[in-house]
């Protein structure tokens, strides 16, 4: 995991908002869509960027994509910034 890339991520305010929406429970890309007003096209290009972050899962279901939290990375950023101040 690369914090630069994670912390780029996090930066977005409307990534901010994905990630607190499957903070709550998976959910399938269309659905996360109606949360917003930009076309299906910057929803694909957040998505993507929080992929490859590492900040989220994704799975098929049939023809739906259902995102979810990868927790393990959360707790990687927090372990790397609680090393950093203990220092």
Same mark, same amino acid.
């Given at each position: ?11 977005? $305010?409307?990534?901010?908002?994905? %990630?607190?929406? !499957? +903070?709550?429970?998976? /959910?399938? &890309? ?10 299906? $096209?910057?929803?694909?290009?957040? %998505?993507?960027? !929080? +992929?490859?972050?590492? /900040?989220? &899962? ?30």
């Amino acid at each position: 995991m690369v914090l630069s890339k994670t912390f780029s991520a996090l930066s977005d $305010p409307a990534r901010q908002k994905i %990630l607190e929406l !499957l +903070k709550k429970r998976d /959910l399938a &890309a269309g659905a996360i869509g109606e949360y917003f007003k930009f076309t299906a $096209p910057t929803l694909s290009h957040h %998505l993507a960027v !929080l +992929k490859e972050a590492g /900040l989220v &899962a994704v799975r098929r279901e049939g023809q739906m994509q259902i995102y979810s939290l990868n927790l393990s990375v959360f707790e990687e950023v927090a372990e790397k910034i609680v090393k950093f101040f203990k220092k």
